[in-house]
């Protein structure tokens, strides 16, 4: 193809009648006469393949030289099949969304600042974790991006419900907990006049997302537990985990103190105390209860077995000053293990046992309730339903009988009558007779192994 002369800046200037550049084939200089008597002049290149006529800019907001360059480019795109322009306009409206998200108020930024706004004001307690670190969390395993980054004002039912549907009908309370938070999150940038008055997306009672998600809810109820007589079998399996396995050696823990999941996963050593009598207790903080202190007016006390003790001893200690007993060392956090790992072992240990008997760890009292099947068993309802039904039936498993009101100090009830306003200290004593025969019970294969 014959090339025109090469046109000059000094040419372009003067240039009164559309005229071709030359260096890249097609590339002209357009000349459009206004009404008002003066010109404009676009750079505009012809592509023959396309049946086209791309504009590149307008002079001088363009000069000669980068016109010459973004042809040629251009030209070579357009050799490889590739449309310029469509592909620079699907650049520039992303570049623009991403400019107006990061202006926007978006879902994300609200939850934050209603964070920032509580912590200030001292509503939660909990120093392990915090407000932000679990939503953090909710943000990273159930919220997809389009959501967390979506501008508040245009958020709609539809949006939690797509979110939230399959969580809805699967897990017991977290889509409960995120849509709880969502919102009271709304509701207060609402009469902070953050954000102009709207129906709250997020309300499920009296709101179109309650018609909206599925009336199919995730098994609630009690946590599946272990039947007590295969505890014994169950923890000589755990045991031969504990001395690779950090996450086993918190199972058996939290089992052995019957001690809830956060409580067990949270412990740190500053808690593991000696009484004036030289007997070691974990003395949990009021706060990190689930009774809090308006209620029980002293910090939770678990006299711990001398197998319980056996374990904190030949736990590995971090040397950093990592607070925790138990901390997540493979994520290199020192941040205590998720609910998830916990979770995992137990269903790794379920599989690994269904091979042998076909059965596995499950609670035969709870089927799930998509499969029919009997439901794996949990962290809480081994530590705690296990511990309480092993308690309750002296005659059955071979122990000193234990009051009831004993078996819910163990388990750090409350129990509502008048006279419980009156406690000011656990029965620390016939606690620790407690918690011993249980762990002699718990560790019965394992000794019965090692003889």
Request: net charge positive; charged share 30%; with cysteine.
């Amino acid at each position: 193809m014959r090339l025109s002369k090469t046109m000059t800046e000094r040419q372009l200037k003067s240039l009164s009648k559309t005229t071709a550049c030359g260096v890249v084939p097609g590339l002209t200089v357009k000349v459009v006469k206004l009404k008002d008597g003066t010109v404009s002049k676009y750079f505009i290149l012809r592509a023959t393949n396309l049946n086209k006529v791309l504009t590149l800019g307008q002079y001088p907001e363009m000069s000669l030289s980068q016109a010459f360059a973004k042809a040629k480019l251009w030209k070579e795109k357009l050799n490889a099949g590739i449309d310029p322009a469509l592909e620079e306009k699907d650049l520039k409206s992303r570049l623009a969304k991403k400019q107006k998200l990061e202006n926007a108020f978006t879902y994300e930024k609200l939850i934050y600042q209603w964070i920032e706004f509580n912590d200030k004001r001292g509503r939660w307690k909990n120093k392990h974790k915090t407000k932000t670190q679990v939503w953090e969390g909710f943000f990273r395993n159930h919220i997809p991006e389009d959501l967390r980054l979506c501008p508040v004002t245009d958020l709609t039912p539809e949006m939690f419900c797509e979110a939230l549907r399959e969580k809805w009908k699967t897990m017991v309370d977290t889509p409960e907990r995120i849509l709880g938070d969502s919102r009271q999150a709304i509701d207060w940038a609402i009469r902070s006049e953050i954000i102009p008055p709207m129906l709250n997306p997020a309300l499920i009672k009296n709101g179109k997302l309650g018609d909206l998600l599925p009336l199919e809810r995730g098994s609630g109820g009690h946590e599946p537990a272990l039947l007590p007589k295969r505890m014994p079998f169950f923890f000589a399996e755990l045991m031969k985990l504990v001395p690779t396995s950090q996450t086993a050696r918190c199972i058996a823990f939290a089992i052995l103190t019957a001690a809830r999941n956060t409580t067990a996963r949270e412990a740190t050593w500053e808690e593991i105390q000696q009484d004036d009598e030289g007997n070691w207790l974990h003395v949990i903080p009021r706060e990190r209860m689930k009774v809090k202190s308006e209620k029980i007016p002293f910090d939770r006390k678990t006299p711990l077995s001398t197998q319980a003790m056996e374990l904190l001893r030949e736990a590995p200690r971090i040397q950093d000053g990592c607070a925790y007993i138990f901390p997540n060392i493979n994520r290199g956090s020192m941040s205590p293990f998720s609910r998830d790992s916990v979770r995992s072992l137990i269903k790794r240990m379920h599989d690994k046992q269904k091979k042998i008997d076909g059965i596995g760890w499950v609670d035969p009292d709870q089927v799930h309730a998509k499969t029919g099947l009997p439901r794996i068993v949990t962290l809480h309802g081994c530590a705690r339903a296990t511990f309480n039904t092993w308690a309750k039936d002296s005659s059955g498993y071979n122990h000193k009988s234990f009051a009831r009101d004993l078996r819910e100090s163990c388990l750090d009830h409350r129990n509502e009558s008048y006279q419980c306003a009156y406690d000011r200290e656990q029965a620390l004593g016939d606690m620790r007779e407690v918690f011993q025969a249980w762990a002699d019970f718990c560790f019965q294969e394992v000794k019965a192994k090692d003889c």
